[in-house]
């Protein structure tokens, strides 16, 4: 790989590693802010701002495991590292996953019309639907950090038996593929869940427009505004989490050639790009956050420029 090609990748690894920083660093804060000074945060920004904790979570043990990964070949570091780190990944990637599709399930009961008793049902009791969400994610987050773990200590205990080092270096290509593997099967649900809220959305969408076009003509009304976004922040979750899960598997391939310096830029940038970007997506699709932030470039613009007090 050519050194621009290198400079290229970690100039966009920490890019999106900043950017992500100080994206789910401003929701939380904006939110925090707000419950302070009104003492309650409603359903949606209490989600937004667990969910950019998470993130901020997520990138940081992202970006310790993609440096140490690519500084330290020895097998004995190596074991350490995923010691170390996959509890931590394991817990901040689930509640960054699960809290993004409840965020979805809170859209679709929140912004959809159907006449269903069952939809009717859940819209009335929402908060119960999200305690239940939550509950059964931590259900299956237990679950999966248990099973990790059994393949984790019987991958060590298989390395430990044998002394040879190359034996331990191919093994220990086996254990993120196996823990990949796993964690896929277990946030196969909360992917199905948020796919089938956007479809919903866009049923429920289209209903809508069928609906007024017999009664005005233009169609972008209040409720089809907010369909749209809510639907383009669903889609943009979807989108980015699919570029995540291949950018996972990339890697894991690579193992299989023998030039796999591209294949592990690709990864990094990649698996960062979904705590980052989202981040920028949800502030540009929350109303309070783009102008708040729309707000603090303003004023950000005018100290730079020497403006003054006249743009506060």
Not at 199 to 213: E, R, V
Request: glycine share 2%; net charge positive.
């Amino acid at each position: 790989m050519s050194a621009a090609t290198k400079v290229i990748f970690a100039t966009m690894l920490n890019v999106e590693f900043i950017t992500g920083n100080f994206g789910n660093g401003f929701i939380a804060v904006v939110n925090i802010m707000d419950w302070v000074k009104r003492r309650k945060l409603s359903s949606v920004d209490q989600i937004l701002t667990a969910l950019a904790i998470s993130r901020i979570t997520v990138l940081w043990t992202a970006y310790i495991i993609v440096s140490t990964f690519s500084m330290y070949r020895d097998a004995e570091v190596t074991i350490k590292a995923v010691r170390m780190t996959n509890i931590i990944w394991l817990i901040s990637n689930h509640f960054s996953i699960w809290l993004a599709t409840i965020l979805s399930i809170l859209y679709f009961l929140k912004i959809a019309n159907f006449s269903h008793s069952v939809f009717l049902y859940l819209r009335w009791r929402l908060k119960k639907v999200v305690s239940v969400a939550l509950l059964v994610s931590l259900l299956l987050l237990l679950v999966n950090i248990l099973v990790t773990n059994i393949h984790i200590h019987i991958w060590m205990d298989h390395v430990k038996a044998n002394i040879s080092y190359n034996y331990k270096l191919k093994n220990f290509t086996d254990i993120p593929r196996l823990l990949v593997l796993t964690n896929s099967m277990f946030t196969l649900i909360p992917f199905t869940v948020s796919t089938t809220m956007f479809f919903l959305l866009l049923f429920s969408l289209w209903k809508h427009l069928k609906k007024i076009k017999h009664i005005a003509k233009s169609s972008q009304d209040a409720s089809t505004t907010v369909h749209i976004t809510a639907l383009k922040t669903v889609f943009a979750f979807l989108l980015l989490y699919v570029i995540f899960t291949l950018s996972i598997f990339v890697q894991l391939w690579s193992y299989d050639f023998e030039e796999k310096k591209i294949f592990q830029y690709f990864y990094a940038v990649g698996i960062i790009a979904f705590p980052s970007l989202h981040s920028c997506v949800l502030i540009m699709g929350n109303n309070k956050l783009r102008q708040t932030s729309l707000l603090v470039l303003s004023v950000l613009r005018c100290k730079i420029q020497g403006c003054g007090p006249l743009c506060l």
